[in-house]
């Protein structure tokens, strides 16, 4: 049975930082896409990134360029999304996905989900 589980939410201050893992167990990742969502109270999930199995080519919502960064440990069958000068507005429960296709991850039709990790940023 395919098991994502989430980790490294929590509470922070704006202008702080975070790093999300999702670790995924059940079978190997190394060929599936990876990717994150969130989901804030009263609001529609929403893409955060996503990163390809091959060369690790990674994606990301225009609005977090520059501030959130995924990458993944194929040996760990791990997905991190490392969150930088966080703000209220990032606060979110936020989800880990996998999929062997890509395309499913970045739209939010993959597969397998995680529960989700809290993240709350305080202004």
């Known amino acids: 049975q395919v098991q994502l589980v989430e980790s490294g939410g929590g509470l922070v201050q704006a202008g702080g930082s975070l790093r999300l893992s999702c670790a995924a167990s059940g079978r190997t990742f190394s060929t599936d896409a990876l990717g994150w969502f969130r989901q804030a109270p009263g609001k529609e999930r929403e893409f955060v990134a996503a990163?390809?199995?091959?060369?690790?080519?990674?994606y990301y919502a225009d609005s977090l360029k520059g501030r959130f960064t995924i990458s993944r440990d194929n040996a760990k069958n791990t997905v991190y999304l490392q969150m930088n000068s966080l703000r209220p507005e990032d606060t979110a429960l936020y989800y880990c996905?996998?999929?062997?296709?890509?395309?499913?991850?970045?739209?939010?039709?993959?597969?397998?989900w995680g529960q989700g990790t809290q993240v709350t940023v305080s202004s």
């Open positions: 996905t996998a999929d062997r296709r890509l395309a499913a991850v970045r739209t939010g039709t993959s597969t397998n």
């Open positions: 990163i390809s199995w091959f060369a690790g080519s990674t």
